[in-house]
C-alpha cells in the first residue's frame, strides 16, 4: 500500500469524507534569527558575550562595599541586643532576644559565605574566560602563520 492510498485510508477511518481531504501539518517553532547581526553586537539566542572588567568591577563591589558593609551592620547589633538581654534578664523576652540574634549571626555568615563564593565566582569566570579565549587565539597561529606565509 502506497503512503497516499494509507493517508486517505487514516482520512477516512477519522470521518473526513465527503468533504476537503485531510493534510498534513507540521509543528515547528519560528525561525531561528541566528548568531549575530553581523555588526558586531550580539542579538538574539546563543551569543555568548562576556566582559571580565564588568566581572572585575562586580567582584571589587562585593570585596571593598558589601562585604565590609554587612559586618558592620551585623555588629551593630551585638551591642543593643547584649544591653537588653541584660534589661529582660528573668523574662522569656530575654531568652527569645539571645535566640533571634543567634539566627541573626547565622544569617550573616550565610550571607557572608554566599558574597565571597559570589565573589570568588566572578573572578574565576573572568580568569576562565580569558585564558580560553587567549587559548583558543594561540591555536590558530600556525594557521595563520601558513596563510600570511610567516
Known amino acids: 500500500m502506497s503512503f497516499e492510498q494509507e493517508w486517505d485510508r487514516h482520512g477516512q477511518a477519522t470521518g473526513a469524507t465527503g468533504g476537503p481531504s485531510p493534510q498534513m ?3 515547528q517553532l519560528a525561525a531561528d ?11 538574539g539566542f546563543g551569543v555568548l558575550a562576556t566582559a571580565p572588567p564588568e566581572k572585575k568591577k562586580a567582584a571589587n563591589t562585593i570585596e571593598n562595599v558589601l562585604q565590609p558593609g554587612t559586618t558592620k551592620a551585623a555588629d551593630a547589633a551585638d551591642e543593643p ?3 537588653a538581654v541584660k534589661a529582660f534578664t ?3 523576652t530575654a531568652a527569645g ?21 559570589e565573589k570568588k565566582a566572578l573572578r574565576g569566570a573572568s580568569n576562565l574566560f580569558t585564558g580560553n579565549d587567549q587559548l583558543t587565539g594561540r591555536s590558530f597561529q600556525p594557521v595563520q602563520s601558513k596563510v600570511t606565509g610567516l
Do not use: Y
Not at 33 to 43: D, E, R
Open 81 to 83: 541586643t547584649k544591653n
Open 33 to 43: 534569527p541566528g548568531g549575530g547581526s553581523g555588526s558586531g553586537t550580539p542579538s
Open 97 to 117: 532576644l539571645t535566640k533571634a540574634h543567634t539566627h541573626w549571626d547565622d544569617q550573616v555568615k550565610r550571607l557572608m559565605a554566599r558574597l565571597d563564593s
Open 90 to 92: 528573668g523574662w522569656d
Open 25 to 27: 501539518r507540521l509543528n
